[in-house]
């Protein structure tokens, strides 16, 4: 389960399955960086979990031909027909503060 994960624990994980996927496309670092436009030691860092940024997760992804992953990993939020309404049609743009109580 990923809640009971530390981030350190979870960023990881997502780069161990980055290379599993290049692994299970046959690709070598050398050929995901240069689908990507990255650098060889970028994409290996990423792999072993050293904080990427999300720029290159997302370049690493499109180079495996898994950027789908990305809607499972994040949906689009779900948008309330009430909420709409009340606000005139358009959707919320920031968070209101808790009423203290």
């Not at 997502?14 to 070598?28: D, F, S």
């Not at 031909?65 to 939020?77: K, T």
């Amino acid at each position: 389960m990923m809640d009971t994960k530390t981030d350190a624990e979870v960023v990881h994980e997502i780069g161990r399955r980055l290379r599993a996927y290049r692994l299970l496309g046959n690709l070598g670092i050398v050929a995901v960086a240069a689908r990507a436009g990255l650098n060889r030691n970028t994409v290996l860092r990423a792999e072993a979990g050293a904080n990427p940024r999300i720029e290159t997760v997302v370049r690493i992804l499109r180079a495996l031909g898994r950027l789908d992953a990305v809607e499972a990993f994040l949906p689009a939020a779900p948008v309330s027909p009430l909420q709409l309404l009340a606000s005139g049609g358009k959707p919320r743009q920031r968070a209101r503060r808790r009423a203290r109580g």
